[in-house]
């Protein structure tokens, strides 16, 4: 049996985790073994489950964490271990990514390997900056340069070539000899008044860019304290950026979020911010385990399809909602076994998500509680539940503690059954790549959608202090646990996430998009 793994050589693009190929994106779940480079947004790296082998060789122009050669027999020998290799790169590797000397050695020892594009920066960043590489009224060529020298710092472009053929060029890996690259350009004979652009952090939260000429570009990009990684455009396409700007006109254009709820619930909350135009990290704080087997809730069932009096199920989340559902069906029970007798069992949610959740499965609440919170949901169900009555709560082991007082000062019969356990996740790398960003104020904003989200997101970012983050919280008790560490706290009108994205779009939206549908 042959043990040999295979390596997929695959391009991230240029960080903007919308811009990763299906196949790219499919295979970070299927890896084993992911190699990356210092150029990986943080918002891509946190797309990586957890458990996966993370190797950070870290290479940029002028900054080599590892030798080339070093990074190949690492893909070499994770492979012959048997493993599934992703080598992740930025934009895409044929493409100044020196994906072909890592193919190199894994073809001459047989090993396996494909190659999936990647979105290249010479097109994407341009793009995000308004500027189409190619125009009939313009152009109808362009060039991709590297910027990078030659060891020695010997220049391998060919001024007079590029001059003569015309066309946008567009230089990579080219900041730190962007003043002889310019000048090269003039002394092959370009016109010094050719419009010149440099893109800093193109497709990310944080892109800017500086558009001039090729004689003034320079100094100008220097007065900016434009850094790496960054693209120059040269060419008379540059003068589109101000008609065609775009990605900065979204409503929360130029914003980054950091989310901590379970990764199986992150989508909506994700999907709706980066269709808006922000950029999103997620960072599941917190991961839910089903309890099964569950002899007490098989045992809290039965006693509930025996009750002679008024019967009443309480939800406190859609997860709970999904789980309990699917205990159900694997106990050999439907919603029929809850509606049989006098009193057909009635169904209570905290709030309009985990009500939604209840649709999924043909089921409507009779009680939503006014505000969305444990004590409200106890206080109006005490009020609402006939004498003799029983309510039975499904939901996480540790839930508040403020719902059940009101129901026994009220004499009702009460039954708390856990469904799930709530486990703290941990995190390595992503941990200090994150932490570091939160101190310098990149990260907008950071949104919780339980108290357990709170407590694992401090677990799993320790920070001297959390003053400084917004926090952006989807019920009272969120916001309580969230103001103990001094956090700044916004909290969304209702408990669901369309509320929540509402509540972001209202804080940090103060840009019109004209592209909006």
């Known amino acids: 049996m042959n043990k040999t793994g295979k390596v997929w050589i695959a391009g991230a693009g240029p960080g903007d985790a919308r811009l990763l190929t299906v196949r790219a994106r499919q295979l970070l779940d299927e890896a084993d073994v992911i190699v990356y480079d210092a150029l990986i947004s943080t918002e891509i790296l946190s797309l990586i489950p957890l458990g996966k082998e993370l190797v950070h060789v870290g290479k940029?122009?002028?900054h080599h964490?590892?030798?080339?050669?070093?990074?190949?027999?690492?893909?070499?020998?994770?492979?012959?271990?048997?493993?599934?290799?992703?080598?992740?790169?930025?934009?895409?590797?044929?493409?100044?990514?020196?994906?072909?000397?890592?193919?190199?050695?894994?073809?001459?020892?047989?090993?396996?390997?494909?190659v999936i594009p990647g979105i290249t920066s010479a097109a994407a960043v341009p793009a995000y900056a308004g500027i189409p590489v190619t125009h009939r009224d313009y152009t109808s060529s362009f060039h991709v340069i590297t910027g990078h020298p030659r060891k020695g710092g010997v220049s391998r472009i060919d001024y007079?070539?590029?001059?003569?053929?015309?066309?946008?060029?567009?230089f990579l890996m080219g900041i730190t000899s962007m003043e002889s690259i310019l000048k090269g350009l003039m002394e092959a004979g370009i016109d010094k008044d050719t419009p010149a652009a440099v893109l800093e952090k193109g497709t990310l939260a944080?892109?800017?860019?500086?558009?001039?000429?090729?004689?003034?570009?320079?100094?100008?990009?220097?007065?900016?304290q434009i850094g790496t990684p960054a693209v120059i455009v040269v060419g008379d396409v540059c003068l589109l950026a101000e008609q065609f700007h775009w990605a900065g006109d979204r409503p929360l254009g130029g914003r980054e979020f950091l989310l901590t709820r379970p990764r199986q619930s992150m989508s909506g909350l994700a999907a709706k911010l980066r269709e808006l135009g922000a950029q999103v990290i997620e960072l599941p704080a917190v991961r839910t385990v089903t309890i099964d087997p569950n002899p007490v809730l098989g045992q809290a069932l039965r006693e509930l399809a025996g009750w002679s009096g008024e019967r009443w199920l309480v939800f406190t989340s859609p997860t709970g909602v999904c789980t309990f559902f699917s205990q159900m069906m694997k106990m050999g029970m439907d919603i029929r076994d809850l509606c049989a007798g006098l009193y057909p069992a009635k169904f209570a949610a905290i709030g309009t998500g985990t009500e939604k959740a209840l649709h999924g499965f043909g089921v409507f609440a009779?009680?939503?509680?006014?505000v969305y919170c444990a004590r409200s949901l106890g206080e109006e169900l005490a009020h609402t539940v006939a004498p003799g009555g029983y309510v039975m709560a499904v939901r996480a082991r540790e839930g508040s503690d403020e719902l059940f007082p009101p129901l026994w000062a009220a004499g009702i019969h009460a039954a708390d059954i856990p469904l799930y356990e709530t486990l703290y996740e941990t995190y390595g790398t992503l941990k200090e790549k994150i932490s570091s960003m939160l101190w310098s104020g990149e990260i907008d904003g950071v949104t919780f959608t339980s108290v357990s989200t709170v407590k694992g997101f401090v677990r799993a970012v320790p920070l001297p202090h959390y003053r400084g983050i917004r926090a952006i919280c989807i019920g009272e008790q969120t916001a309580a646990e969230a103001r103990k560490y001094g956090m700044q706290i916004q909290t969304s009108r209702e408990a669901s996430i369309d509320s929540m994205a509402e509540l972001i779009l209202e804080m940090f939206g103060d840009k019109p998009c004209k592209n909006s549908r």
């Open 206 to 224: 944080k892109q800017r860019q500086v558009v001039s000429t090729v004689s003034c570009l320079f100094g100008e990009a220097a007065k900016a």
């Open 366 to 370: 009779d009680l939503v509680p006014d």
């Open 65 to 114: 964490l590892m030798p080339q050669e070093e990074i190949n027999t690492i893909l070499l020998k994770e492979a012959q271990k048997g493993k599934r290799v992703l080598r992740l790169k930025g934009g895409d590797p044929f493409v100044f990514g020196r994906g072909g000397e890592e193919l190199e050695l894994l073809a001459s020892r047989g090993v396996p390997f494909e």
């Open 160 to 170: 007079q070539a590029l001059v003569k053929a015309g066309g946008t060029l567009i």
């Open 60 to 62: 940029r122009s002028g």
